[in-house]
């Protein structure tokens, strides 16, 4: 088996061999050099292992069609983005994991075009100068809601932080128990409040919601 080995690790094609191969040459122009080498790379490493392990012990599986076929392959799994539509079977329409709501078709047709060019997003057509992004939602949701004034952020520990601090600095906040959860991906709610308490003041007390 050793003697096999050996010979197995001489019969393996060196880089440059797959690089002018018939398969990958046909592929070259699609994919960046580097892309072509790391996926050569982790396949020719895939293969030294297996063969160490004794999964390949045939001439095939050493052979310069069969593993520029793998590589094939692996550069269709590292060019694949890794965003990915999916079937929503939880139940839950609104979903965290699945990318929250759904945008309306009229919304994406309205969006396409700004999001291939440039746009106002900051900038102030009547005045000329530098704006704000949130004038674009900040009149809406003042007329949705009657509030004075509205802001959008990016989450809902955002969305904690910035209310304790404008709306309960230097005051009780009272949270129900079945509160305390995980928000915006890491944050959760105690620590949030905490964060608050640190550098603003004021005390948090926890309720139990039975």
């Not at 094609?13 to 990958?24: E, F, G, I, K």
């Not at 045939?58 to 310069?64: A, F, K, L, R």
């Amino acid at each position: 088996m050793p003697d096999n080995k050996a010979e197995m690790f001489r019969m393996i094609p060196a880089v440059d061999r797959l690089l002018d191969s018939t398969d990958l040459k046909e592929i070259s122009s699609h994919y960046p050099r580097n892309l072509i080498l790391r996926a050569i790379n982790e396949v020719l490493d895939e293969v030294r292992k297996g063969i160490e392990n004794g999964n390949n012990i045939d001439q095939s599986s050493v052979g310069i069609e069969t593993i520029s076929g793998i590589v094939k392959q692996r550069l269709d799994l590292l060019a694949r983005s890794s965003l990915r539509q999916v079937i929503n079977a939880t139940g839950v329409v609104i979903h965290t994991n699945l990318g929250r709501s759904i945008l309306a078709e009229r919304v994406l047709d309205m969006f396409r075009p700004l999001s291939g060019g440039y746009s106002n997003l900051e900038y102030d057509l009547k005045q000329g100068k530098r704006g704000s992004r949130y004038t674009h939602v900040e009149g809406i949701l003042k007329e949705l809601t009657l509030a004075e004034a509205a802001m959008v952020v990016n989450n809902n520990a955002a969305a904690v932080l910035i209310s304790l601090e404008t709306l309960a600095k230097g005051r009780e906040v009272i949270i129900s128990r079945g509160e305390l959860v995980e928000i915006g991906g890491s944050f959760r709610v105690p620590d949030v409040m905490k964060k608050r308490s640190k550098d603003g003041g004021g005390r948090d007390h926890q309720q139990d919601s039975s």
